[in-house]
Structures are given as structure tokens and as C-alpha cells.
């Protein structure tokens, strides 16, 4: 059986222009799930009830919903679920920038956005704290008529962003196939480690020794630097691989299991469940039910 694929989107954004801006009102939400290679920072507002979909991320959303997305990989939608306004507003910016190491995001006044970018590759999703700050200049971003100044004013919408303290990554670094990225040369070497080792048993040991440290004080430091226990990362890892193959294969669910590193399907569809709010076979039935052949 051929595996439906995620949708693929042309976009009007083409070569020579610099921001695509769709500012509409609509009663619900009907666009099937997909990916395009531009970047995207979408607004939502009086949508409470709408499901997001963000590569493995799977959430509700309230009154207000702002995410930037950077990944042509990532497949996204927002789908109506249960959502009853009558007067939904949605404006979607679509662009690209150069985030390679000679962009000009690299340079100094412009460094917090690029470090943005970088992050939203999983997506990025932001509080509503930040959301009202950008709000009049979200708000008034369609009606600037003066294409300089409407990108001036969309620059300065993600400079305001990009000095969020509580943004939130949405989908897991395994499964938007995003190399991990670290300020810390001996938490990189071991994410690198369990990157490439999450089939296998994982020992506090060896990941210890690859850090140079006693097991108890790296388990101190791991956790200082990702904010998160070992235990817990290595497990977001494996379940980022398992949803991953759950959309991409028609692999039995305990194939996916015992290839992602889990040894106990019982205990795998526990945690799946705990973590995803729904099960294995759930999770690939609802995926497949927003996808469309093309």
C-alpha cells in the first residue's frame, strides 16, 4: 500500500520578493496538512479549540497562537477539531533569509534572530505575553503599503521575538531531523552519542566517560545544561524516531519499538501515551486521516 504524503506547497513567494502576507478572516480551517521551503510565522486569533499539528507536536490551541517555522521538512496544519467561532483571523508571512554562516543574520545587531531561525526549525512557539507585544505591528503588517518599510516593520516584529526568555520548540529534534546543537562541546559530543546510539542500551557510564566526568556530577551537569534529566532525553529522543517511523513506514508498532530502543512494548505504548496523549496506532491513524496524496 503507497503511503500518503504530506502535501507539498508551491507558494506565491517568488524569487526576487521578500515577504508574502495572507491577512484573512475565515469561519474554519480546511488547508490539509503540509510543507513548503520557505519560512512561515503564523498568527491565529479567536480560534480557541483549533488543533495544531506541528511535526510530533499535537496540541489545542486558545484564543491566541503565534509559531515560526523554518524547516521546508516540518509538515504543519491547523485543523478545525473543536473550534466554534464564527470570526476567525489568521495572517501568515511567508519569507526566506540566508541563515547560512555568511548571512547577514550573522551579523552582530541581527545575531538573537538568527539564533531564532535556528530553533524554529522544530518550530517555535510563542506565549501570549509575546504575542501582544507583536500584536499592532502583526495586526498592521497587510495594510503597509511601502514594500521597504512593510519589511522593516516585519524585521522589527522578529527582533521583538527573537528576545523572547519563554519561547517553546514543538516538535522533537529527532523527528524534524534537526542535528542537535549545543554551546557545550561535552553535551554535544554526548547528544551526538545518543543520536547515533539510540537503538542500543545507553549507559550513564559510557555517556560519563565520554564527558570526562564521574557518572553522579554528569548527571548534574547534563541536567544544568538541557534543563532536563538524562533519563527523560534519551526517551524524548527515542519517541521522536518512533513517531517519526510511525508516519513515515508501515512498520507493526512493535517493529518501531524494539528499533527505537525500547525493549517492552507494553512499557513503549505507556509512555507514548503518557507523552503523546494518545497511542501508537492512534497517533499514525490521525496523522494519515490529515495527509492527502498528491
Known amino acids: 500500500m503507497e503511503e ?16 508574502y502576507i495572507a491577512d484573512r478572516r475565515k469561519k474554519e480551517f480546511t488547508y490539509p496538512i503540509h510543507n513548503h521551503e520557505v519560512f512561515e510565522l503564523n498568527f491565529v486569533e479567536h480560534a480557541a479549540g483549533v488543533r495544531r499539528i506541528v511535526g510530533d507536536s499535537n496540541e489545542v490551541i486558545g484564543d491566541y497562537d503565534l509559531v515560526l517555522i523554518t524547516s521546508p521538512d516540518l509538515e504543519h496544519v491547523w485543523e478545525q477539531n473543536g473550534c466554534q467561532s464564527e470570526d476567525i483571523r489568521e495572517v501568515t508571512i511567508q519569507f526566506y533569509v540566508d541563515l547560512s554562516d555568511d548571512g547577514f543574520l550573522t551579523r552582530n545587531p541581527f ?5 531564532m531561525m535556528i530553533e524554529a526549525r522544530k518550530g517555535l512557539c510563542f506565549p ?12 498592521t503588517l497587510s495594510s503597509v503599503k511601502d514594500g521597504f518599510y512593510a519589511v522593516m516593520q516585519f524585521y522589527s516584529i522578529l527582533y521583538e521575538l527573537s528576545k523572547s526568555q519563554h519561547t517553546r520548540t514543538l516538535a522533537t529534534s529527532s523527528y524534524a531531523k534537526v542535528e542537535v546543537e549545543s554551546d557545550s562541546r561535552r553535551v554535544l559530543k554526548v547528544k551526538n552519542y545518543i543520536s547515533k546510539n539510540y537503538k542500543d542500551e545507553i549507559r550513564l557510564a559510557t555517556l560519563a566517560d565520554i564527558a570526562g566526568m564521574s557518572p553522579s556530577a554528569f548527571s548534574r551537569f547534563f541536567k544544568l545544561h538541557t534543563g532536563r534529566k538524562l533519563s527523560e532525553y534519551i526517551i524524548e529522543m527515542r519517541l521522536g524516531y518512533a513517531s517519526r517511523m510511525l508516519v513515515d513506514t ?4 512493535a517493529e518501531i519499538c524494539y528499533d527505537c530502543g525500547f525493549n517492552n512494548l507494553s512499557n513503549f505504548n505507556r509512555i507514548f501515551k503518557k507523552r503523546k496523549n494518545c497511542s ?3 497517533f499514525r491513524e490521525n496523522f494519515h486521516k490529515t495527509r492527502i496524496v498528491v
Do not use: N
Open 128 to 139: 501570549l505575553e509575546d504575542i501582544m507585544r507583536v500584536y499592532p505591528k502583526i495586526d
Open 280 to 282: 501508537p496506532s492512534e
Open 111 to 115: 545575531r538573537s534572530i538568527h539564533k
Open 250 to 253: 508501515s512498520k507493526g508498532i
Open 4 to 19: 500518503a504524503r504530506v502535501i507539498h506547497e508551491i507558494t506565491p513567494l517568488m524569487g526576487r520578493d521578500s515577504l
